[in-house]
C-alpha cells in the first residue's frame, strides 16, 4: 500500500520533470548542460562560527561562497503520509521522505531533517551533597526539538559549511537556545554536549550521515522512524540539496502525530474535565474491587 | 501486547504489566502489605515516568483494599469510628503531600526525595517483617505467643478531647489518630504507597488497639486515602494514566485474591522472612545507587 503510494508519488514527480525538461525556461533554478567550473581552490582556512559543540571540520576544503540568491524552494520532494494515528497500539510512526534532484548528473547532496515539536529542556548535573548524589541547579534549553532526525547522503561537513550546518539546525546542538545563566562550576557548553549525548542515548537525536542515496536517476527515498518514545504533536520534515556547499534548494513538510480512539478520549478528559476524569478512576477502582470480591467469594 | 498509554506518552507491555501487577497483588494478598512499595518503583523501573508512576498507583491501591475492607466488614473486623478519624487525618495529610510533589517535580529533585524516603521505609518494612516472621517462626504451636502490648501510662493519655472507641475498647484523645493519618497521607501521596505498613505498627503500639481490628480499619483509611489522593492527582498534577490505572486494577484484584485465598495454606512466616530479604535488598541497592558516584554526571528532567 505505502509503497504503491510511494511509486505513484515517484511517478507524478518524474512527470514533473518531463514538463519542465520541455521548458526549460520555467525552471526557477536553471540548469546549465555544461558543468560548471569548480570554484578555485584557496588555502585561506575556512572561516568557522564559533559555535559551541559543533564539530570541527577535519580537512582544509573549498571557502563557502556566500549564496547570490535565496535558495529555492520549487524542489520535487515530499513526504508519503501527513497524519499519523497514536491508537493504543501506537509503536512510533514511519515517515517515507522521497523525491530526486533536479540535476541530470547527480551532482550535489540531499538532507532530511525531521523535527518534533519544540519544548524546553531541564539539563542538571548531578554533585555530592552529604554523601549523596543529588541534582543541581537546572540548565533550560528552549526551542530544543523533541525530536531530530538528520539523514544525509554524505557527511554533513563534507556537504555544507559550519555556518550553514548551524544556522539550518542541522547539528542538534545548534538546536538547543541556552537561557539564562548556567552555574558559576560549569560552562555552557558542557551541558549543552551533554544534553545532545543524553537525546541520543534515549533514541530522540538520531543522525544518519549516510542514510541517504541517490539512486541512477538521481532519485531518493527513505523511510525515517519517529520512535513511540517521541512525543506526539506537528513534526516538520525540512528536505536540502546542497551543490557545491552552497544550499541551491529547500523544502519543508509538516505531519501530525495525534492521539486517536480511546486515546484520544482519555486525554481529553483527563486535561479538560480532570476532576470528573479522577472520580471516573476512582469509580473504576471500586468497581474492580468490588467485582473481584464477589466473584471470589462465590467460587 | 504493546499498548500505548496517551498520558505516559510511552508504549507498554500490556501482559507484562498484568503480570507484574498481579505479582504484587498476590503478594500483598499473601502478606496483607499493600504492595504500593513494589509496585510504584517497578514502574519507574519500566520507564513509566515517576509522576505518572506515583500517580496512577494510587488508584491500584483503592481497588485492592476495597475487595480487602469487604472481607473484614463481614467478619465485623473494622472500627468504623476510629477508621473515619484517621482517614480525616489522611484526606489532609494527602493534599498535603500531593502540593509537596508538584513542588519537588517543579524543583527537579522529587526523584532524590522518593529514593530516600524509598530506602528510609523499606528498610524499616524489611526489619518488622523479619523480626515478626522470626518471632513466629521461633514461638510456633504456642497459643497466645505474643503477648497483646499491655496499657501504660503515656504522654499521649495526657492530651484533651477525648472519645471514646467502643469496637476497639478505648477511650482516647482524637489528637493521636488525626496525626497518625496525617503523617501516613502526606506519604502515601509522595510515595505512591498506601502506607498500611506504618499504619498497622502504629495503630497497634501507639494507639495500643486490639490486633483484631488493625487490618480492617487500616484498609478503611488506605481505602479513603487512596481515592482522595487519585482524585488529587487527576485534577491537580494531572498525571493519572486511566488505561496503566486499568491494567493495574485489574492484574491486582485478582492477584491478591489468589494470596489471600492461598496464604491460609502456605507457610506464611517463610514467606515473608523471605520477601523480608527481598525487600532488604532492594533498600541496599537504592542506597548503593544514591552513594556511589553516578557513571555520567548530566541528568535530563522528565518532560
Known amino acids: ?299 | 501486547m504493546s499498548i500505548y498509554l496517551p498520558i505516559a506518552e510511552m508504549p507498554v507491555s500490556g501482559l507484562l504489566v498484568l503480570l507484574l501487577s498481579a505479582l504484587v497483588g498476590f503478594v500483598s494478598g499473601l502478606t496483607g502489605l499493600g504492595g504500593g512499595f513494589i509496585m510504584t518503583p517497578m514502574l519507574i523501573f519500566m520507564g513509566i515516568p515517576a509522576p505518572v508512576a506515583v500517580a496512577t498507583q494510587a488508584s491500584q491501591i483503592t481497588a485492592t483494599s476495597v475487595s480487602g475492607l469487604m472481607a473484614q466488614a463481614r467478619r465485623r473486623m473494622v472500627d468504623w469510628r476510629m477508621g473515619l478519624l484517621l482517614s480525616m487525618g489522611g484526606v489532609i495529610g494527602s493534599t498535603f503531600g500531593v502540593s509537596i510533589f508538584s513542588t519537588l517535580l517543579a524543583a527537579g529533585q522529587i526523584d532524590i526525595l522518593i529514593t530516600l524516603l524509598y530506602v528510609l521505609f523499606l528498610t524499616v518494612i524489611g526489619a518488622l517483617m523479619l523480626f515478626e516472621s522470626f518471632m513466629a517462626i521461633r514461638t510456633a504451636g504456642k497459643p497466645l505467643a505474643r503477648p497483646l502490648p499491655r496499657p501504660s501510662p503515656m504522654a499521649l493519655d495526657k492530651l484533651p478531647f477525648l472519645m471514646r472507641f467502643p469496637r476497639s475498647g478505648l477511650y482516647i484523645s482524637v489528637l493521636p489518630p488525626l496525626a497518625l493519618g496525617f503523617g501516613v497521607g502526606v506519604l502515601a501521596a509522595i510515595m505512591g504507597v498506601g502506607g498500611a505498613f506504618i499504619l498497622a505498627p502504629a495503630m497497634i503500639y501507639l494507639l495500643r488497639m486490639p490486633t483484631n481490628v488493625v487490618v480492617g480499619t487500616s484498609l478503611l483509611q488506605v481505602l479513603i486515602v487512596a481515592a482522595v489522593v487519585t482524585l488529587l492527582q487527576a485534577s491537580i498534577t494531572q498525571k493519572v494514566d486511566l488505561l496503566l490505572a486499568a491494567i493495574l486494577i485489574v492484574g491486582g484484584v485478582i492477584g491478591a485474591q489468589l494470596g489471600a485465598r492461598l496464604g491460609a495454606r502456605l507457610p506464611g512466616e517463610q514467606l515473608r522472612a523471605v520477601l523480608a530479604v527481598v525487600v532488604f535488598g532492594a533498600a541496599a541497592k537504592l542506597l548503593w545507587d544514591l552513594l556511589t558516584p553516578p557513571a555520567y554526571l548530566y541528568v535530563l528532567d522528565p518532560s
Not at chain 1, 541534582?135 to 557527511?155: H, I, K, M, Q
Not at chain 1, 560552562?187 to 538520531?206: E, I, K, T
Open chain 1, 1 to 299: 500500500m505505502r509503497a504503491a503510494m510511494i511509486l505513484a508519488g515517484l511517478l507524478a514527480l518524474a512527470a514533473l520533470a518531463q514538463a519542465q525538461e520541455r521548458a526549460p525556461e520555467s525552471m526557477t533554478a536553471p540548469e546549465p548542460e555544461i558543468v560548471a567550473p569548480p570554484p578555485a581552490p584557496t588555502d585561506a582556512a575556512p572561516r568557522i562560527i564559533e559555535a559551541p559543540g559543533a564539530a570541527p571540520p577535519r580537512r582544509p576544503r573549498r571557502v563557502a561562497r556566500a549564496p547570490q540568491s535565496e535558495p529555492s524552494t520549487d524542489f520535487p520532494a515530499a513526504i508519503a503520509q501527513e497524519n499519523f494515528a497514536a491508537t493504543s497500539s501506537y509503536q512510533g510512526a514511519e515517515v517515507t521522505v522521497f523525491g530526486y534532484t533536479p540535476d541530470r548528473l547527480r551532482r550535489g547532496d540531499v538532507v532530511v531533517a525531521v523535527r518534533g515539536p519544540p519544548e524546553t529542556a531541564v539539563v542538571r548535573r548531578k554533585f555530592r551533597f552529604l554523601a549523596f548524589w543529588v541534582n543541581g541547579d537546572p540548565v533550560r534549553f528552549e526551542d530544543a526539538p523533541s525530536f531530530l532526525a538528520v539523514y544525509s547522503t554524505r557527511p554533513l561537513n563534507e556537504i555544507a559549511s559550519p555556518r550553514a550546518i548551524w544556522e539550518l539546525r542541522l547539528d542538534p546542538a545548534a538546536s538547543a537556545r541556552l537561557v539564562g545563566a548556567t552555574p558559576a562550576d560549569a560552562d555552557a557548553s558542557a551541558y549543552r554536549r551533554a544534553f545532545v549525548r543524553l537525546r541520543r542515548q534515549s533514541g530522540l537525536y538520531v543522525e544518519e550521515p549516510e542514510g541517504l542515496d541517490l539512486d541512477a536517476n538521481a532519485l531518493f527515498h527513505r523511510q525515517i522512524k519517529i520512535p513511540a518514545n517521541a512525543p506526539l504533536g506537528e513534526y516538520t520534515v525540512e528536505i536540502f540539496w546542497f551543490r557545491d556547499n552552497r544550499l541551491i534548494a529547500r523544502q519543508a513538510n509538516t505531519l501530525n502525530v495525534a492521539r486517536q480512539g480511546i486515546e484520544r478520549t482519555i486525554h481529553h478528559l483527563a486535561t479538560k474535565h480532570a476532576f470528573f476524569y479522577g472520580i471516573l478512576t476512582v469509580l473504576l477502582a471500586l468497581a474492580g474491587g468490588w467485582a473481584s470480591a464477589v466473584a471470589f467469594r462465590k467460587t
